[in-house]
């Protein structure tokens, strides 16, 4: 005798139904080939994940031979104060490089956007700096590129290894588009150090200069000659720094 065959999954058949719409409704996106600015941000994460962890190795070891090189030797200030500095760098090196490659990759994935570059509209941007500023638990300011030629686009909330992050772009009349990304960096500045320096960054998706002032992390990012992006960056570094962050 012949089995009967079982009734249809009606969960499985609206979720099917539901899937095709969708791949519908974004088929012009599906279509589009993956911009190589993305295609080098996944290359670059994937090297520089290997490198972490050869980094992570060997800093192991290198802990081990001074903790055995150290161990006769805690009564001496100058070791421990020695140990000291070194825990320190290496614990701010490996946050500060992962800021800059997140700023870099950040920016490669929504300055290419065309319909939804930032979550927030310059038309909103009293509303935009309080909430950010209310998430990054820190009293942010937009700064006016105008006299370059940038004018702001908007902004939008990322996360980061270290608490929330903020991403504010901006744009020039030709279309290039650069964004200034902030976060915290808590534990990396030291009293007494220079952490306010510009410094370039070119192992990334994109160049960037960044710095980092009390405890914060900034970040600006765009596809621009070294020299223009010089320009942006300190005239950014300098409104900021005289605001006091």
Known sequence: MNTPP???D????AWQAQRDALRQLH????DEPVPPLLLEAAGLAGRQRAADIRWLR????AAAVAIAFGAGWLGNAQWLRAAGDAARLSRSAPATQEFVRAAAVAHAVYAPEKRHPVEVAAAEQQHLVQW???????PLKVPDLSAQGYTLVGGRLLPGSQ???????????GGERVTLY???LAGTAEPGTDETALRFATDSPVPSFYWVDRGFGYALAGALPRDALLGLATAVYRQLEGAGG
């Open 132 to 138: 950010l500023s209310r998430r990054l638990d820190r």
């Open 182 to 184: 902030i976060g915290s």
């Open 163 to 173: 608490g929330p992050r903020a991403q504010f772009m901006f744009e020039r009349t």
């Open 58 to 61: 060997w800093g192991g070891m």
């Open 10 to 13: 009606e969960d499985l058949q």
């Open 6 to 8: 079982p009734p249809p």
């Open 27 to 30: 088929r012009e996106v599906l």
